[in-house]
């Protein structure tokens, strides 16, 4: 099956090739015939469990019906051989990679991502050695004790004749500035060490969420209904770390009330985001959370008026980056200029897809008089039906290959950029 071909497509060929009727296959995945012909003729998002269930029934892997397989996993692999110098042919075969040898594909993702994060440690290490006054005070003391005891012992060594009251003492000196120095020096050490043998615990807790939150399945589905709130607590049970721990039960917690304002079935029945804009009493914001967390193939970015992500959920064919702002032509960051107005745009990746995006920045803060609100702007992503004139942008600067970007803040560790709207790395869809 060609890479370019859409899901619903691939889900089509793979059904006719195995000669299963379209009702059977619809019966063994627990949908309708009727949502699984419009799944194959492209008029219906589909990922999460429905994508994994039609894999299974199919016989084949996930990723060999997801159009872009996991484009976030395709991004990391293409970004980690950028980084080694890989020529665009190279680099162009990192979806095949992922999508034929996808655990091969994440161990490449996860040495980078190891790489990444040590690569933070060892630039919060040399910033607090510049800038913490205690542990410079230590280095300083450390410096200090070496150059005593280093003075000591060429006294000692260079005078063969001492008197013995001074040897004695000198021989103290000698003995309590080692100690000094070995104390100094194990705390400094121990230090570094601790952050080297973090693992996962180099991970912002941020981060960590992110990535808590893409390896569950079906998390939405656990939290709806009145009494979501109260399956929080065993959901993130697992996290180690205690800030991660607390920062993804807040998430959750919010997507629990998310759920217990706008239900699942409202959601999935609702074509656009104006069909539930009543049901959610114009809570624009609301609707647009639950169109992209409870409805597959759909994704979702969260900002805040600072332009970092506080929430994403990729979808394939649209990749997000994990740390740092995405690509400034985004709507999500457009909307802050007109809080309140609910924008609807159409985009197109470097690879040539059509996004619809629906965009708009509210305040979370209750409104008072001289206060300012604090804002942020959630932007819903929805693969375009239909050709149509959009706006290029890109995944992000370091990872975007157009060439000639008013917009751009850092060189692209693709080496050889490609001007906006062609294809280099993957082939257009059609």
């Known amino acids: ?88 042919d190279s680099l162009a075969q990192a979806a095949d990679l992922a999508r034929r040898l996808p655990d091969w594909a994440r161990v490449i993702q996860a040495q980078a991502q190891a790489l990444a994060a040590q690569a933070r440690t060892i630039e919060a290490m040399s910033d607090r050695l510049a800038h913490d006054p205690s542990l410079a005070e230590a280095m300083h003391e450390l410096l200090s004790t070496v150059s005593v005891v280093r003075s000591t012992a060429s006294i000692l060594a260079q005078t063969p004749e001492i008197d013995p009251n001074w040897l004695a003492r000198f021989h103290a000196n000698l003995d309590e500035d080692s100690r000094r120095l070995a104390e100094g020096a194990e705390a400094v050490v121990g230090l570094f060490d601790r952050k080297a043998t973090a693992g996962d615990g180099n991970l912002l807790p941020s ?41 993804a039960a807040e998430v959750l917690t919010r997507d629990a009330a998310d759920a217990a304002r706008l239900p699942r079935p409202l959601v ?105 609100p604090v804002l942020q702007s959630t932007m819903l992503l929805t693969r375009a039906d239909t050709p149509g004139r959009a706006e290029p942008v890109g995944p992000g600067c370091r990872t975007c290959p157009r060439a000639d970007c008013a917009a751009r803040r850092e060189p692209s560790v693709l080496s050889e950029p490609v001007a906006p709207g062609a294809a280099a790395l993957l082939p257009a869809r059609p």
């Open 1 to 88: 099956m060609p890479r370019s071909m859409p899901t619903g497509s691939r889900i089509r060929d793979r059904r006719l090739e195995l000669a299963i009727k379209q009702g059977a296959l619809a019966a063994k995945v627990g949908i309708s015939p009727s949502y699984l012909n419009l799944i194959e003729h492209n008029r219906r998002p589909i990922g999460g469990s429905l994508l994994i269930r039609l894999a299974e029934a199919l016989g084949v892997d996930r990723a060999a019906l997801s159009e872009d397989g996991d484009s976030g996993l395709v991004s990391a692999v293409q970004a980690a051989g950028a980084a080694r110098g890989l020529g665009p």
């Open 207 to 247: 981060e960590g969420v992110a990535r808590f939150l893409e390896a569950q399945d079906d998390l939405a589905g656990a939290l709806e209904g009145p009494s979501g709130g109260a399956a929080v607590p065993d959901l993130v049970a697992g996290i180690a770390d205690p800030a991660t721990r607390t920062l």
């Open 268 to 372: 999935e029945m609702a074509r656009t985001p104006d069909d539930l804009i009543d049901a959610a009493q114009g809570d624009m914001a609301l609707v647009l959370r639950r169109m992209g967390l409870a409805v597959p193939g759909r994704g979702l970015v969260i900002c805040d008026a600072a332009g970092a992500m506080i929430r994403r959920k990729p979808v394939a064919g649209f990749p997000l980056p994990v740390v740092g702002a995405g690509c400034p032509l985004w709507p999500v960051y457009a909307a802050f200029r007109q809080p309140g107005r609910a924008l609807a745009a159409r985009i197109e990746t470097p690879d040539g897809a059509g996004w619809q995006v629906h965009a708009v920045a509210a305040s979370v803060t209750p409104p008072k008089f001289g206060t300012e």
